[in-house]
T-cell receptor, first 111, second 115 residues
Framework: SQELEQSPQSLIVQEGKNLTINCTSS?????LYWYKQKYGEGLIFLMM?????EEKSHEKITAKLDEKKQQSSLHITASQPSHAGIYLC???????????FGTGTSLTVIP | NAGVMQNPRHLVRRRGQEARLRCSPMKGHSHVYWYRQLPEEGLKFMVY????????ESGMPKERFSAEFPKEGPSILRIQQVVRGDSAAYFCASSAGTGRNQPQHFGDGTRLSIL
């Protein structure tokens, strides 16, 4: 099975600071997804990256995919308390029938 | 809001009882996935279904767990003779097409507690 390792495991930042979360896959990536989960709630889809070098942005969140390194990074600019939550990367299996999630990064933003 | 709907949000069962979790996919989605999130652990894939078919159930425990997605009605995840270790949050997701490169949209989950 595919393993997705995220780093850091947890992050505490002051409001207004920038931060980066990394996701590294043990196998070839066939599509990389970023989700956010708030405690006790479901997952919110943020972005999907399909091609090496692809970069997407949504409001103050930018994600990049480095297919060769089997890595993706999520960057938040000028963090706000509303960004707090657990960020999860996810990837399709090579068959497309299964989906794997990363270990998660817990983000706390201090006002 | 035509998002993925799961019910109930919370379910309490005694050991040995049956638990039924329901999931209605987003409008227009015919692919459904179930995941389990154990306390302090990540989300684990359980099963992938299309209408009336189980496509991949490699993540499902071999015993007591079953899933269906009938032609009409919601997808059902059924757990028979529940045990304490079944306590978890169960999430359902749906997508419009085949697994790869199709974002999955998630429901708010069902939190199952076993007494």
């Amino acid at each position: 099975s595919q393993e997705l390792e995220q780093s850091p495991q947890s992050l505490i930042v002051q409001e207004g600071k920038n931060l980066t979360i990394n996701c590294t896959s043990s196998k070839t990536l066939y599509g990389l997804y970023w989700y956010k989960q708030k405690y006790g709630e479901g997952l919110i889809f943020l972005m999907m990256l399909q091609k090496g070098g692809e970069e997407k942005s949504h409001e103050k969140i930018t994600a990049k995919l480095d297919e060769k390194k089997q890595q993706s990074s999520l960057h938040i600019t000028a963090s706000q308390p509303s960004h707090a939550g657990i960020y999860l990367c996810g990837a399709d299996s090579n068959t497309g029938n299964q989906f794997y999630f990363g270990t998660g990064t817990s983000l706390t933003v201090i006002p | 809001n035509a998002g993925v709907m799961q019910n109930p949000r919370h379910l309490v069962r005694r050991r040995g009882q049956e638990a039924r979790l329901r999931c209605s996919p987003m409008k227009g989605h015919s692919h459904v996935y179930w995941y389990r999130q154990l306390p302090e652990e990540g989300l684990k894939f359980m099963v992938y279904l299309q209408k009336e078919n189980i496509i991949d159930e490699s993540g499902m425990p071999k015993e007591r767990f079953s899933a269906e997605f009938p032609k009409e009605g919601p997808s059902i995840l059924r757990i028979q003779q529940v045990v304490r270790g079944d306590s978890a949050a169960y999430f359902c997701a749906s997508s419009a097409g085949t697994g790869r490169n199709q974002p999955q949209h998630f429901g708010d989950g069902t939190r199952l507690s076993i007494l």
